[in-house]
Protein backbone atom coordinates (compact mmCIF):
# COMPACT_ATOMS: atom_id res chain seq x y z
CA UNK A 1 0.00 0.00 0.00
CA UNK A 2 1.38 3.79 -0.84
CA UNK A 3 1.88 5.86 1.66
CA UNK A 4 -1.16 8.13 2.69
CA UNK A 5 -0.60 11.69 0.99
CA UNK A 6 -1.17 13.57 4.68
CA UNK A 7 1.34 11.13 6.20
CA UNK A 8 3.98 11.93 3.75
CA UNK A 9 3.03 15.31 3.55
CA UNK A 10 3.90 15.28 7.45
CA UNK A 11 7.23 13.25 6.88
CA UNK A 12 8.43 15.54 4.39
CA UNK A 13 7.86 18.51 6.75
CA UNK A 14 9.62 17.06 9.45
CA UNK A 15 12.75 16.13 7.22
CA UNK A 16 13.09 19.46 6.32
CA UNK A 17 13.77 20.52 10.06
CA UNK A 18 16.96 20.46 11.19
CA UNK A 19 18.49 16.77 12.63
CA UNK A 20 17.73 16.59 16.34
CA UNK A 21 21.20 15.45 17.19
CA UNK A 22 22.37 19.19 15.73
CA UNK A 23 20.41 21.38 18.11
CA UNK A 24 20.86 21.68 21.74
CA UNK A 25 18.44 19.02 23.46
CA UNK A 26 16.56 22.06 25.81
CA UNK A 27 15.74 23.47 22.38
CA UNK A 28 15.18 20.53 20.69
CA UNK A 29 12.26 19.93 23.58
CA UNK A 30 11.31 23.20 23.16
CA UNK A 31 10.64 22.81 19.21
CA UNK A 32 8.87 19.52 19.20
CA UNK A 33 6.40 21.24 21.65
CA UNK A 34 5.87 24.17 19.60
CA UNK A 35 5.56 22.34 16.91
CA UNK A 36 2.73 20.10 18.12
CA UNK A 37 1.03 23.18 19.66
CA UNK A 38 1.09 25.09 16.11
CA UNK A 39 -0.88 22.38 14.72
CA UNK A 40 -3.96 22.73 17.15
CA UNK A 41 -4.57 19.01 17.20
CA UNK A 42 -8.11 19.13 19.13
CA UNK A 43 -8.56 17.85 21.74
CA UNK A 44 -12.00 15.90 23.44
CA UNK A 45 -14.45 17.48 26.14
CA UNK A 46 -14.11 15.23 29.04
CA UNK A 47 -15.90 15.92 32.29
CA UNK A 48 -12.51 16.70 34.42
CA UNK A 49 -9.06 16.78 33.87
CA UNK A 50 -6.84 17.45 36.77
CA UNK A 51 -3.09 17.28 37.83
CA UNK A 52 -2.40 15.08 40.95
CA UNK A 53 1.37 13.43 42.68
CA UNK A 54 1.67 9.74 42.78
CA UNK A 55 3.92 9.32 46.12
CA UNK A 56 6.03 6.09 45.56
CA UNK A 57 9.21 4.73 46.65
CA UNK A 58 11.20 6.98 43.74
CA UNK A 59 10.00 10.43 44.18
CA UNK A 60 6.59 12.24 43.94
CA UNK A 61 5.76 11.38 40.11
CA UNK A 62 3.23 13.79 38.20
CA UNK A 63 -0.01 12.21 37.22
CA UNK A 64 -2.86 13.75 35.29
CA UNK A 65 -5.98 12.62 35.45
CA UNK A 66 -8.09 12.47 32.62
CA UNK A 67 -12.30 11.47 33.73
CA UNK A 68 -15.11 10.68 31.18
CA UNK A 69 -18.90 11.34 31.50
CA UNK A 70 -21.18 8.98 33.24
CA UNK A 71 -21.59 6.92 36.50
CA UNK A 72 -18.69 4.80 36.74
CA UNK A 73 -16.65 3.28 38.52
CA UNK A 74 -14.43 3.59 35.19
CA UNK A 75 -12.20 1.39 33.87
CA UNK A 76 -8.55 2.63 34.08
CA UNK A 77 -6.11 2.94 31.23
CA UNK A 78 -2.79 4.34 32.57
CA UNK A 79 -0.70 6.42 30.12
CA UNK A 80 3.04 6.28 28.98
CA UNK A 81 3.56 8.92 26.55
CA UNK A 82 6.31 8.93 24.15
CA UNK A 83 8.95 11.02 22.91
CA UNK A 84 12.03 8.46 22.28
CA UNK A 85 12.40 8.55 26.95
CA UNK A 86 13.66 12.13 26.14
CA UNK A 87 10.99 14.27 24.26
CA UNK A 88 7.18 15.10 25.08
CA UNK A 89 5.54 16.01 28.42
CA UNK A 90 1.53 15.52 29.57
CA UNK A 91 0.51 18.57 27.36
CA UNK A 92 1.92 16.75 23.96
CA UNK A 93 -0.41 13.94 24.61
CA UNK A 94 -3.54 15.57 25.92
CA UNK A 95 -5.10 15.23 22.22
CA UNK A 96 -4.27 11.61 22.57
CA UNK A 97 -5.76 10.82 26.07
CA UNK A 98 -8.83 13.58 25.83
CA UNK A 99 -9.99 11.24 22.62
CA UNK A 100 -8.97 8.18 24.88
CA UNK A 101 -11.05 8.65 27.87
CA UNK A 102 -13.81 10.30 25.89
CA UNK A 103 -14.22 7.44 23.18
CA UNK A 104 -13.04 4.15 25.40
CA UNK A 105 -15.67 5.77 28.37
CA UNK A 106 -12.24 5.22 31.07
CA UNK A 107 -10.31 7.21 32.91
CA UNK A 108 -6.76 7.35 32.21
CA UNK A 109 -4.05 8.17 33.90
CA UNK A 110 -1.08 9.81 31.74
CA UNK A 111 2.37 9.68 33.81
CA UNK A 112 4.90 12.38 33.41
CA UNK A 113 7.39 9.87 34.37
CA UNK A 114 11.26 11.10 34.71
CA UNK A 115 13.00 12.26 31.46
CA UNK A 116 16.80 11.08 30.35
CA UNK A 117 19.31 11.99 29.48
CA UNK A 118 19.04 13.76 33.24
CA UNK A 119 17.70 10.61 34.50
CA UNK A 120 19.18 7.79 32.83
CA UNK A 121 17.31 3.54 32.37
CA UNK A 122 15.54 2.37 34.44
CA UNK A 123 14.72 5.57 36.21
CA UNK A 124 11.69 5.71 33.60
CA UNK A 125 10.58 2.19 34.26
CA UNK A 126 10.60 2.94 38.01
CA UNK A 127 8.33 5.66 38.23
CA UNK A 128 6.14 3.83 35.91
CA UNK A 129 6.09 0.74 37.76
CA UNK A 130 5.39 2.54 40.61
CA UNK A 131 2.74 5.21 39.70
CA UNK A 132 1.06 2.19 38.63
CA UNK A 133 0.79 0.42 41.65
CA UNK A 134 -0.18 3.09 43.24
CA UNK A 135 -3.06 4.45 41.25
CA UNK A 136 -4.27 0.95 40.98
CA UNK A 137 -4.52 1.86 45.30
CA UNK A 138 -6.00 5.22 44.64
CA UNK A 139 -8.22 4.84 41.69
CA UNK A 140 -11.34 4.17 43.84
CA UNK A 141 -10.64 8.09 44.86
CA UNK A 142 -11.70 9.12 41.22
CA UNK A 143 -14.14 6.62 40.80
CA UNK A 144 -11.99 4.33 39.12
CA UNK A 145 -11.96 0.56 39.39
CA UNK A 146 -9.19 -0.78 40.88
CA UNK A 147 -10.40 -4.06 38.86
CA UNK A 148 -10.11 -3.05 35.45
CA UNK A 149 -6.61 -1.10 35.21
CA UNK A 150 -5.18 -1.31 31.77
CA UNK A 151 -1.56 -0.28 30.64
CA UNK A 152 -1.34 1.79 27.41
CA UNK A 153 2.01 3.80 25.59
CA UNK A 154 3.56 5.12 22.12
CA UNK A 155 6.50 4.45 20.94
CA UNK A 156 9.15 4.47 24.27
CA UNK A 157 5.90 4.63 26.24
CA UNK A 158 5.09 1.34 24.45
CA UNK A 159 8.00 0.33 25.41
CA UNK A 160 7.80 0.98 29.07
CA UNK A 161 4.18 -0.39 29.23
CA UNK A 162 5.30 -3.86 28.28
CA UNK A 163 7.88 -3.53 30.87
CA UNK A 164 5.93 -2.65 33.26
CA UNK A 165 3.65 -5.37 32.93
CA UNK A 166 6.70 -7.59 32.73
CA UNK A 167 8.02 -6.52 36.11
CA UNK A 168 4.42 -6.79 37.31
CA UNK A 169 3.98 -10.56 36.15
CA UNK A 170 7.63 -11.08 38.10
CA UNK A 171 7.50 -8.90 40.94
CA UNK A 172 3.61 -8.71 42.04
CA UNK A 173 1.15 -5.79 41.63
CA UNK A 174 -1.67 -5.11 40.94
CA UNK A 175 -4.33 -7.52 37.85
CA UNK A 176 -3.83 -5.54 34.20
CA UNK A 177 -6.80 -6.32 32.03
CA UNK A 178 -4.69 -5.42 28.76
CA UNK A 179 -1.60 -3.75 27.61
CA UNK A 180 -2.23 -1.40 24.25
CA UNK A 181 0.82 -1.07 22.67
CA UNK A 182 0.95 1.65 20.02
CA UNK A 183 4.45 1.39 17.29
CA UNK A 184 6.26 -0.23 20.62
CA UNK A 185 10.24 0.39 20.56
CA UNK A 186 10.75 -3.44 21.86
CA UNK A 187 14.39 -4.21 20.77
CA UNK A 188 17.64 -2.61 20.42
CA UNK A 189 18.85 -1.08 16.65
CA UNK A 190 21.45 -4.12 16.46
CA UNK A 191 21.11 -6.37 14.11
CA UNK A 192 18.99 -4.02 12.05
CA UNK A 193 15.97 -5.24 11.15
CA UNK A 194 14.12 -5.01 7.04
CA UNK A 195 12.10 -2.13 8.69
CA UNK A 196 15.31 -0.05 10.17
CA UNK A 197 16.71 -0.09 6.64
CA UNK A 198 13.64 0.29 4.43
CA UNK A 199 12.33 3.47 6.59
CA UNK A 200 15.80 4.55 7.96
CA UNK A 201 15.20 8.09 6.61
CA UNK A 202 12.33 9.93 5.31
CA UNK A 203 9.29 8.55 6.96
CA UNK A 204 8.90 11.04 9.84
CA UNK A 205 11.26 9.05 12.45
CA UNK A 206 14.60 8.14 11.44
CA UNK A 207 17.28 5.56 12.56
CA UNK A 208 19.84 8.52 13.15
CA UNK A 209 16.85 9.96 15.84
CA UNK A 210 16.52 6.22 17.50
CA UNK A 211 20.62 6.03 17.91
CA UNK A 212 20.27 9.40 19.70
CA UNK A 213 17.38 8.59 21.77
CA UNK A 214 18.70 5.42 22.59
CA UNK A 215 22.29 7.14 23.01
CA UNK A 216 20.86 9.34 25.56
CA UNK A 217 18.09 6.69 27.14
CA UNK A 218 20.80 3.53 28.12
CA UNK A 219 23.39 4.03 30.65
CA UNK A 220 26.13 2.23 28.98
CA UNK A 221 26.53 -0.41 26.39
CA UNK A 222 25.29 -3.77 28.00
CA UNK A 223 22.16 -2.09 28.61
CA UNK A 224 21.23 -2.44 25.07
CA UNK A 225 20.46 -6.66 26.13
CA UNK A 226 18.76 -5.56 29.29
CA UNK A 227 15.24 -6.87 28.59
CA UNK A 228 14.37 -4.23 30.45
CA UNK A 229 15.34 -1.97 27.80
CA UNK A 230 14.38 -4.40 25.13
CA UNK A 231 11.54 -6.22 26.07
CA UNK A 232 12.07 -8.82 22.62
CA UNK A 233 14.81 -10.53 24.14
CA UNK A 234 12.93 -11.21 27.19
CA UNK A 235 13.38 -15.04 27.66
CA UNK A 236 9.61 -15.75 29.06
CA UNK A 237 6.65 -13.34 27.53
CA UNK A 238 4.08 -16.31 28.86
CA UNK A 239 1.38 -14.96 31.84
CA UNK A 240 1.22 -11.61 30.17
CA UNK A 241 -2.20 -9.51 29.89
CA UNK A 242 -4.24 -9.60 26.47
CA UNK A 243 -2.04 -7.26 24.46
CA UNK A 244 -3.39 -4.67 21.79
CA UNK A 245 -0.68 -3.90 19.33
CA UNK A 246 -0.69 -1.37 16.53
CA UNK A 247 2.18 -0.52 14.15
CA UNK A 248 2.78 1.62 11.14
CA UNK A 249 3.78 0.44 7.51
CA UNK A 250 6.26 3.04 7.15
CA UNK A 251 8.00 3.07 10.27
CA UNK A 252 11.85 1.79 10.84
CA UNK A 253 9.91 0.22 14.42
CA UNK A 254 7.41 -1.66 12.61
CA UNK A 255 8.87 -5.15 12.29
CA UNK A 256 10.07 -5.37 16.16
CA UNK A 257 6.38 -4.29 17.19
CA UNK A 258 5.37 -7.14 15.11
CA UNK A 259 8.04 -9.96 15.94
CA UNK A 260 7.17 -8.81 19.61
CA UNK A 261 2.94 -9.89 18.93
CA UNK A 262 4.12 -12.50 17.44
CA UNK A 263 6.51 -13.70 20.83
CA UNK A 264 3.40 -12.79 22.88
CA UNK A 265 1.18 -15.26 20.81
CA UNK A 266 3.51 -17.88 21.12
CA UNK A 267 3.63 -17.27 24.29
CA UNK A 268 -0.37 -18.26 24.90
CA UNK A 269 -1.06 -14.76 24.97
CA UNK A 270 -4.37 -13.02 23.61
CA UNK A 271 -3.03 -10.82 21.23
CA UNK A 272 -4.51 -8.43 18.54
CA UNK A 273 -2.11 -6.98 16.05
CA UNK A 274 -3.32 -4.05 13.63
CA UNK A 275 -0.90 -2.88 11.01
CA UNK A 276 -1.47 0.69 9.58
CA UNK A 277 -0.13 -0.16 6.22
CA UNK A 278 0.28 3.50 4.81
CA UNK A 279 0.71 5.58 8.09
CA UNK A 280 4.31 6.81 8.97
CA UNK A 281 5.88 6.48 12.85
CA UNK A 282 3.28 8.63 15.67
CA UNK A 283 0.38 9.18 13.20
CA UNK A 284 -2.03 8.69 15.95
CA UNK A 285 -0.67 12.49 17.28
CA UNK A 286 -1.75 14.23 14.62
CA UNK A 287 -5.51 13.81 15.56
CA UNK A 288 -7.83 16.12 13.09
CA UNK A 289 -5.47 16.15 9.99
CA UNK A 290 -4.92 12.23 9.20
CA UNK A 291 -8.51 10.03 9.33
CA UNK A 292 -6.49 7.06 10.53
CA UNK A 293 -5.61 8.37 14.04
CA UNK A 294 -8.96 8.66 14.72
CA UNK A 295 -9.97 5.29 13.65
CA UNK A 296 -7.29 4.08 15.64
CA UNK A 297 -8.46 5.84 18.71
CA UNK A 298 -11.86 4.05 17.75
CA UNK A 299 -10.00 0.24 17.59
CA UNK A 300 -8.27 0.88 20.92
CA UNK A 301 -11.62 2.19 22.83
CA UNK A 302 -13.36 -0.97 21.17
CA UNK A 303 -11.06 -3.18 22.74
CA UNK A 304 -10.92 -1.43 26.43
CA UNK A 305 -14.58 -1.51 26.12
CA UNK A 306 -14.88 -5.34 25.34
CA UNK A 307 -11.70 -6.50 27.66
CA UNK A 308 -13.26 -4.75 30.34
CA UNK A 309 -16.81 -5.67 30.28
CA UNK A 310 -18.21 -7.03 33.02
Not at 38 to 47: A, E, Y
Not at 141 to 150: K, M
Not at 244 to 272: F, M, N, Q, T, W
Request: aromatic share 10%; hydrophobic share 40%.
Amino acid sequence: MELDPGAKALATAIAAAPSIDTIPLELAREQVIKGFAKMKIPVKQVSSTRNILARCECGDIPVRIYTPYGQGPFPVMVFFHGGGWVLFNLDTYDPICTHLCSSAGCIVASVDYRLSPEFKFPAAIDDCFEAVKWISEHCNEWNGDPGSLNLAGDSAGGNLATVVAIRIRDEGGPVIKSQVLIYPATDYLQPEKPSHIKFSYGYGITMNDLRWFWDKYLEKEEDASNPWAAPLLAHDLSGLPPSYVIVSGYDPLRDEGILYAERLKEAGVRVHLSVYEDMIHGFLSYLGILKQAATAIEEISGWIKKINEK
